[in-house]
């Protein structure tokens, strides 16, 4: 895509080049390009996952369910789901769930270090399009079955040698996530760098950008470092289809980009993952002390809250990294609240469907307009 920037001013700014798709097409291939991408903003990627726009919701443990995964889905981009907690029953009704909204494609993420095998099956025999997984590597087997049943591949990864792996394996789309990342984050270079790093050792395997996008200009910056899409998760949590606690997004909506921290607090069932979450007073109070969060919670530990998972009442002991959503209660300040560092940038619940669209405008309005002032 950085032909984009390469072209002769004029083919941009001319009415009808910029504007006519017959009078580009007597223009070069180049140019024919550069008007599908500009006025449609659709990359490979977008014939790939059979969607519009190459905006992609980031699965967000069980945060991102059926309603969000559709809004992205029926606004042209593709809607990402997980509820690993589910039983294979219930995450079927989920997939189902999620089909009776939209009627566009959209894919289901899964994290390697949990039990998903069921579950992946419940993809195949709903026709789940595109599955990705992360945190760990995909046994092959599992790539070879999913190819068999139709189903695209993609992983996130954290280092340019996990991606050159990925490439290796057959995955067919690789989720570059920098460290500004929300929730668990497996690397230790930022978006800005990982992602070129990234695109140039996995060629022709299509990257997508993630971690600290929440904006028109984060879309553009990444799709100029090679990435043929972008996937965001702290944006999509502030929305009314979230399944995030209303807290929860009070939360995001008050934080600063100074407000999140990396973190080994919340590690009790999953120990020696860094998460990034925001940083309340009971992350300050443990500061330094982190360690006491890679623990099992002893027998006599307290119950703080409860929470609903797998369709089951659980009661969370300190340092259970559940996500905060809608059926949490109990004391709230000792939970853990994952956000990215973009959280910076959200000031306002918007419907998820609006935020494609504005992101999908703003770029346009980038490529078409702001960025041709730095253009000689």
Excluded at 52 to 70: C, F, H, K, S
Excluded at 193 to 216: M, R, S, T, W, Y
């Amino acid at each position: 895509m950085l032909v984009l920037f390469a072209l002769p001013v004029e083919s941009l700014r001319g009415k009808q080049s910029a504007s006519n798709p017959h009078h580009c097409e007597k223009r070069g291939n180049k140019e024919r390009q550069l008007w599908r991408f500009t006025m449609a903003l659709k990359t490979p990627l977008c014939d790939l996952l059979a969607c519009e726009y190459p905006i992609m919701n980031a699965p967000m443990r069980d945060l991102g369910g059926p309603r969000l995964a559709a809004a992205v889905s029926n606004a042209g981009g593709f809607g990402v789901i997980q509820k690993q907690y589910d039983t294979p029953e219930l995450f079927r009704e989920h997939v189902k769930q999620t089909k009776a909204l939209t009627e566009r494609p959209f894919g289901a993420s899964f994290l390697l270090s949990f039990p998903y095998e069921e579950l992946l099956q419940v993809c195949f025999d709903e026709g789940v399009p595109y599955v990705s997984f992360y945190w760990g590597d995909i046994p092959p087997v599992i790539i070879e079955r999913c190819h068999q049943h139709g189903v695209k591949v993609g992983q996130q990864v954290g280092t340019v040698a996990d991606a050159v792996e990925c490439k290796e394996a057959g995955v067919d789309i690789i989720i570059a996530q920098g460290e500004e990342a929300g929730g668990h984050v497996i690397g230790n270079v930022s978006t800005m760098v990982l992602v070129p790093a990234v695109v140039e050792a996995v060629k022709p395997v299509p990257v997508l950008a993630a971690g600290g996008i929440a904006d028109a200009r984060g879309v553009v910056a990444a799709l100029a470092l090679g990435a043929q899409g972008v996937v965001l998760g702290t944006r999509f949590l502030a929305t009314p289809e979230s399944d995030a606690h209303d807290l929860y997004k009070e939360k995001l909506l008050s934080a600063s980009e100074l407000d999140t921290h990396k973190s080994l607090l919340w590690g009790a069932a999953w120990p020696d993952a860094p998460h990034r979450v925001l940083r309340t007073g009971f992350v300050e109070a443990h500061s330094g002390t982190e360690e006491e969060g890679q623990k099992p919670a002893p027998p006599d530990a307290p119950t703080i809250g409860t929470r609903i998972v797998g369709g089951v009442k659980k009661e969370i002991k300190p340092f259970q990294g559940y996500t905060v959503d809608q059926t949490v209660e109990g004391e709230m300040d000792k939970l853990c609240y994952f956000a990215g560092q973009s959280v910076g940038m959200i000031n306002e619940l918007k419907p998820a469907g609006d935020i494609v669209r504005e992101l999908v405008d703003g770029a346009r309005r980038l490529i078409h307009g702001e960025l041709l002032a730095f253009v000689p």
